[in-house]
């Protein structure tokens, strides 16, 4: 549900989700509650679906409104041909500041990413439309991540590498580890059933060996 102030987004959308948008919130040493509350407190024409921080995630624009997080404002120059406030999520990673200097806790950045392939894998986003702020418009957001463009290599490479780990098998290599299972559980014995079973049996088994 969305808590943001109406003068600070867009209801609806006018087109589908296709874009994830990462931003920095240039707070020192803020938290995602504290940048909720400011947003549904204030008129400042901007905000962001969610803000995250080391002890996790908080939704200020729901997923079906408009975030207004990505536009020129008249100020910067659009880069990207194609994202845009109508078709992205935006989020904000909260900030740790110490000498003058911006940076992301781990813990921050760990949650980001959790948030992120949620995201990804519920409105089938693909990895290469992950983007930095700075990627859809000149703006120099988020800027640790623009200062130094390791720290964005390496959290794209985290949303490469944990997608492969929910690899789904497909069925015909399913039901080959259930039936050698099955051999292994005394079940099975070449190729056939020890006993004739009834659909409910079958459904046991089968329960059995998904819970092993």
């Known amino acids: 549900m969305t808590t943001c102030h109406a003068g600070n987004y867009q209801p609806g959308r006018t087109e589908a989700i296709r874009y994830l948008a990462i931003h920095y919130t ?5 938290t995602a509650e504290q ?19 080391p002890d996790g995630w908080r939704q200020s624009v729901d997923d079906g409104d408009t975030a ?7 100020e910067y120059v659009q880069k990207h041909p194609y994202c845009r406030n109508g078709n992205s999520l935006s989020i904000e990673l909260c900030c740790l500041y110490r000498d003058g200097t911006y940076s992301f ?11 992120a392939r949620a995201l990804m894998k519920k409105y089938r986003i693909p990895p290469e ?8 418009v000149s703006k120099v957001c988020p800027e640790p991540w623009v200062r130094d463009e390791a720290g964005w290599l390496d959290f794209q490479k985290r949303l490469r590498e944990e997608d492969t780990v929910e690899d789904e098998k497909t069925p015909d290599a399913w039901a080959k580890e259930a039936a050698e299972w099955a051999v292994r559980a005394g079940l099975m014995e070449d190729g056939n059933w020890r006993a004739p079973l009834t659909r409910e049996a079958a459904a046991v088994i089968l329960y059995r060996y998904a819970k092993k």
Not at 38 to 52: I, L, M, Q
Not at 107 to 113: D, E, I, L, S, Y
Not at 129 to 136: A, K, M
């Open 105 to 115: 806790d781990p813990r921050t950045v760990a949650n980001a990413a959790a948030l």
């Open 68 to 74: 207004w997080a990505v536009g020129t404002a008249g």
């Open 35 to 53: 940048n909720v509350r400011y947003f549904a407190e204030n008129v400042v024409r901007a905000s962001a679906h969610y803000f995250v921080d």
């Open 26 to 30: 240039a707070g020192k040493n803020d």
């Open 129 to 136: 439309n992950v983007l930095r702020h700075w990627d859809v």
